[in-house]
């Protein structure tokens, strides 16, 4: 338990205060932070990078020395036919070189006349001359190895680009639901006051009956919106908290008292600057996980069919070792190599229709080809995405300066029937009709703020920079 609230208090930690010490405040920039440090999804992509180290390390265990011992002894009817053992050490080199070493120990009466009797040492090398020379399945295995932890990095990014979106419209959804409760909580306070005066009004005789009922409809009216806004920011909050863990990869419900910090973004909507459409696709081809990937991906089948290529050479090994008396083959073996003291063996073969290195080399370059297509497939509509939400961008940018000075003159209309109303010239219910409009109009201004900033990130997400 104190685990938890400790780990409780370093998520609350992270909420700035403003205004009073009981104003809890939850911006942008710190939900993207927690969200990247602790969410599951985004410790599952870290995860990623783990596994695709593991994969490095089995892949370099075709390189490990390799040591082998063998043993066999015959007696038959009271002959002693042979006894041999040999221990052997081999070592595979990145070149496709494999040195060896080893020891003999052959005695019997019974014994192959092509081995020697006693005690003999070997240092050795196997070297493949056609197939297998440049390239062979231990290293094409640990190249794709690399290659793949690098594109782990990019997998890594794009999971947390996407966890990222749904996240920040979240939050953006969140801020619109306060803003609207705050819209309508002022309301209810106006018209509080306004109901007040006019029962004022009516005591004194200056006000009908009715106007009374006028205002009190109003009020409640303002009333029940709110309650109704109240419970939809408590939902948004709800749908946010998804996305807020703690360290202890717990689920942290956000607290009814934290309200969204980015409010002056709002305001400052329309005299931001857009983003220029040239450069961003510029960014989204060099930075879009989803297209990086596909750079991995080649670079993973040419290493495949540089060994697919292999296929179509002849087998030609070369395995030279040279021999000494005894255990200590330096002391022993002397001389020029191929002139005492040495054992060699020359392999060769290949297949006479090389039927299969073909269709397998043909396969290779096929895949290559198709990867190349999806490749410049997906440029086209990642591209495409990056251009629609720009001009969703512009278009909304445009109907927020419609938006805020259509707001002005409802408010400005508002404001007028109102004087009209304190000097007689006007009614009540004309006074709520022009504030149900100004009212609507500033809701609808809120939306559409809410719709550009989440379009902003939408079009970071599309572009692949959301994570950056």
Do not use: C
């Amino acid at each position: 338990m104190i685990r938890y609230l400790v780990t409780v208090y370093l998520v609350m930690a992270s909420f700035s205060l403003s205004g009073q010490d009981s104003v809890k405040t939850l911006s942008a920039s710190q939900v993207m932070q927690l969200v990247k440090q602790y969410h599951p999804v985004a410790k599952q992509a870290a995860i990623l990078i783990e596994k695709a180290k593991a994969d490095i390390t089995i892949a370099r265990g075709g390189f490990d020395p390799l040591f082998y011992n063998s043993n066999a002894q015959k007696t038959f009817d009271g002959t002693d036919y042979y006894q041999y053992n040999r221990p052997e050490l081999s070592v595979p080199t990145w070149f496709g070189i494999e040195v060896v070493a080893g020891l003999e120990n052959l005695s019997g009466s019974r014994t192959d006349p092509t081995e020697t009797i006693g005690e003999t040492s070997y240092f050795g090398v196997s070297v493949p001359l056609a197939k297998n020379l440049l390239i062979d399945k231990r290293r094409a295995v640990l190249q794709t190895a690399k290659i793949f932890r690098q594109a782990s990095e990019v997998e890594r990014k794009n999971i947390i680009n996407n966890l990222l979106l749904d996240a920040m419209k979240s939050y953006w959804y969140w801020m619109q639901h306060y803003q609207v409760y705050k819209i309508l909580n002022d309301a209810v306070q106006i018209n509080e006051k306004r109901f007040e005066l006019v029962k004022t009004g009516f005591r004194l005789g200056d006000r009908p009956a009715i106007d009374t009922t006028e205002a009190l409809t109003q009020l409640q009216n303002f009333q029940v919106m709110r309650e109704n806004a109240w419970m939809q920011f408590q939902n948004a909050g709800l749908e946010l908290s998804v996305f807020l863990w703690t360290t202890d990869d717990k689920s942290f419900v956000l607290p009814a008292d934290v309200v969204p910090a980015d409010e002056d973004k709002l305001l400052t909507i329309t005299s931001a600057d857009l983003p220029v459409l040239n450069e961003l696709l510029e960014a989204t081809v060099k930075n879009h996980p989803e297209l990086l990937m596909y750079n991995f991906k080649l670079d993973a089948l040419n290493v495949e069919k540089k060994l697919k290529f292999q296929q179509l050479l002849p087998t030609l090994n070369f395995r030279y070792n040279q021999l000494g008396k005894g255990y200590d083959v330096l002391k022993t073996a002397t001389g020029p190599l191929f002139e005492n003291n040495y054992q060699y063996g020359l392999s060769f073969g290949i297949p006479l229709r090389l039927s299969e290195g073909r269709g397998e080399y043909r396969k290779a370059k096929l895949k290559i080809a198709e990867t190349k297509l999806d490749q410049n497939l997906k440029q086209l509509q990642v591209q495409t995405k990056v251009k629609s939400y720009f001009n969703e961008l512009v278009a909304l940018k445009n109907q927020l300066a419609v938006q805020e000075k259509a707001y002005r003159n409802y408010l400005a209309l508002q404001r007028a029937e109102e004087t009209r109303f304190q000097v007689g010239e006007s009614s009540l219910f004309l006074v709520n009709t022009r504030e149900n409009k100004a009212l609507e109009a500033l809701q609808k201004l809120q939306g559409l703020r809410t719709k550009y900033l989440v379009t902003v990130n939408a079009l970071q997400w599309a572009a692949g920079l959301l994570v950056n």
